[in-house]
């Protein structure tokens, strides 16, 4: 376990996001689809067909990370407690701009029971570091539409899985319409992990 590292640093104030995200499906594992699971799937170059690429989501309005573990403290005889770790939950809140009939067709018919690994960029201008990106490694879409009318903002719900076997060195050199050259960029997230926050100068 890495040690905490903070500091001081006023670059690193910053009050907005990004609109943009990606999402890629892969296996249950976290693993990219082979060629042969993504004809099963409906990819490919033929006409109607999808590119098994990074597909960008609707723009973003807002989103929200949560990692909640809850803490349970449980007393001895005495009455000390002692707290214990108790189930953590990652997801990831994401509300679109876009109210058409392919976004809503995504969130409840086309996305449901499949894995996807998402990169969402978390600020629209550099901080100290660069741009700030968080990775998923794997996440299943809740099927279920939130759109209040005539508020047009429907809401995707990503449930985040832990991760049973280390992805390691993901490669992100097919990232484009970021703000970021992901040239020679890669992603690792360990094993017991759900994601990765990480900076691009």
């Known amino acids: 376990m890495a040690a905490p590292k903070l500091s001081r640093n006023a670059k690193n104030i910053i009050g907005l996001g990004s609109g943009r995200m990606l999402i890629r499906e892969v296996n249950a594992d976290g693993t990219l689809l082979s060629a042969a699971e993504q004809t099963a799937a409906g990819y490919g170059t033929g006409p109607g067909l999808t590119a098994y690429v990074w597909m960008e989501m609707p723009i973003v309005k807002d989103s929200n990370l949560k990692d909640d573990t809850q803490i349970e403290k449980k007393p001895d005889e005495g009455g000390d407690k002692y707290p214990i770790e108790g189930e953590r939950e990652v997801t990831l809140e994401v509300t679109s701009m876009q109210r058409d009939t392919d976004t809503l067709r995504a969130i409840i018919k086309d ?14 201008r550099k901080l100290a570091k660069g741009h700030q990106y968080l990775y998923v490694a794997i996440a299943q879409v809740e099927p279920k539409l939130d759109v209040k009318l005539p508020n047009p903002d429907p809401k995707f719900m990503f449930n985040a899985i832990v991760v049973s076997t280390a992805i390691a060195n993901r490669d992100l050199a097919a990232v484009a319409g970021m703000r970021s050259d992901f040239t020679g960029k890669t992603v690792s997230v360990a094993s017991g992990e759900y994601y990765e926050l990480f900076d691009i100068a």
């Not at 996305?111 to 629209?124: D, P, V």
């Open 111 to 124: 996305m449901r029971g499949k894995y996807f690994e998402i990169l969402k960029e978390n600020t629209s």
